[in-house]
């Protein structure tokens, strides 16, 4: 079992930068490739960022690659979600989730386990 906990998320000016952080329970969590997520209002829950478990792989969506940056610190348990350039549209719902793969996931449904989620808000 794994237990996730974001933070770092709260309200920055457009162009501004943000950097949140997903810390994770267990011993394992360098076995597992990890991935940010957001929803926004009205949206479904989309695909931000993944890095593998070794760390030597990252995906980015096409929204995001060259703004967003993702790492993982695996002697901190930690993977982060670097932010910079924030535009409005990237308001939402952010989540990491940690999933058994040895690519970097994509798809929701090939993560096992999710964070509750941490609000970001960019003002125009």
């Known amino acids: 079992q794994v237990q996730l906990v974001e933070s770092g998320g709260g309200l920055v000016q457009a162009g501004g930068s943000l950097r949140l952080a997903c810390t994770a329970s267990g011993r394992t969590f360098s076995t597992y490739a990890m991935g940010w997520f957001r929803q926004a209002p009205g949206k479904e829950r989309a695909f931000l960022a993944g890095?593998?478990?070794?760390?030597?792989?990252?995906h980015y969506a096409d929204s995001v690659k060259g703004r967003f940056t993702i790492s993982r610190d695996d002697a901190k348990n930690t993977v982060y979600l670097q932010m910079n350039s924030l535009k409005p549209e990237d308001t939402a719902v952010y989540y990491c989730?940690?999933?058994?793969?040895?690519?970097?996931?994509?798809?929701?449904?090939?993560?096992?386990?999710w964070g509750q989620g941490t609000q970001v808000t960019v003002s125009s």
């Open positions: 989730a940690a999933g058994k793969s040895l690519l970097v996931p994509v798809l929701e449904d090939t993560y096992d386990y």
């Open positions: 890095i593998s478990w070794s760390g030597g792989r990252t």
